[in-house]
């Protein structure tokens, strides 16, 4: 599987295999989701939740398989050899915009995971139609860090398993911490928003939007590394 997303890639270009069904996935997830988006706007709840719910899961799950196999453009962050524009260009440009392109992945995959659970939290079904519930939708700090010691637990389970059976480095920590940092951030936020919009259906409303502009502004934002990298700046690695 590795060796064959390291061939060269379908769109003719001198991205790889893997760069090019990235893309490809890339624009037929955002297309799905606009589509979704459109949906929820006709009132159409129910076929908007099954899009939605099916659609972020089968990203979820290309999107994390896919970086296991090729560890991304880590080879942007490894080394210039990747890029071949000027000195310059790959400072001030492209460093600034793939950073950006990635603060949003992150964002995208956490906000993914939140739709689907406050989708659930505030639909209701009235009269056989999918609607979201105009009530108050908030949770306690109390339940906040029973959740939030649970997931921890579990982290620091999985880590401790992982440093029996594979060793101790510093690099396994960091990420595992760094998950539970993230997870704890995520929590404080989210208690915040809670605090703006109590209201289930506005907060759904409000936060699914904000969420369709992080995915629209990452395609983007890919699609423009893409281009820099494999059609106007390749460098030797391709
Ligand atoms: C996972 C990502 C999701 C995003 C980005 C999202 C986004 C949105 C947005 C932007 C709206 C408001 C549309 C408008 O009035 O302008 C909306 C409405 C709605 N969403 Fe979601 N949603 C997501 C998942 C879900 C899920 C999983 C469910 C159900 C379990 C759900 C149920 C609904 C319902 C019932 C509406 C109201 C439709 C109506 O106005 O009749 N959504 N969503």
């Known amino acids: 599987m590795a060796e064959f997303l390291k061939q060269s890639g379908f769109f003719g270009t001198h991205a790889t295999m893997g760069a090019d069904l990235s893309q490809l996935m890339a624009a037929v997830f955002t297309t799905l989701f606009v589509i979704g988006w459109l949906q929820a706007r006709q009132r159409q709840g129910h076929v908007h939740h099954w899009l939605m719910l099916s659609g972020m899961i089968a990203m979820l799950a290309f999107f994390t398989s896919y970086y296991l196999f090729r560890s991304l453009g880590v080879l942007a962050f490894e080394g210039k050899e990747g890029f071949g524009g000027s000195e310059a260009l790959y400072h001030n440009v492209f ?7 990635i603060m949003l992945v992150v964002i995208g995959i956490v906000m993914a995971v939140y739709m689907i659970v406050l989708g659930f939290r ?3 079904i009235v009269e056989g139609k999918r609607v979201l519930r105009d009530a ?3 949770t306690s700090w109390g339940k906040v ?3 939030f010691g649970s997931i921890a637990a579990v982290l620091v389970g999985l880590f401790l398993w992982r440093v029996a059976t594979a060793g101790f480095s510093v690099r396994k920590l960091e990420v595992y911490l760094g998950f539970v940092i993230l997870i704890g951030i995520v929590f ?3 208690m915040a928003i809670q605090r703006i919009w109590p209201n ?5 409303r409000a936060l699914g939007l904000f969420t369709m502009i992080v995915y629209c502004v990452l395609f983007v934002t890919g699609s423009l590394t893409y281009t820099m990298l494999y059609i106007l700046y390749p460098g030797k690695i391709g």
């Open 95 to 101: 460093i600034p915009l793939l950073t950006f392109h």
């Open 122 to 124: 505030s639909q209701a």
């Open 136 to 138: 108050l939708l908030q």
């Open 145 to 147: 860090g029973k959740i």
């Open 188 to 190: 404080a936020v989210e």
């Open 200 to 204: 289930g259906e506005r907060r759904h």
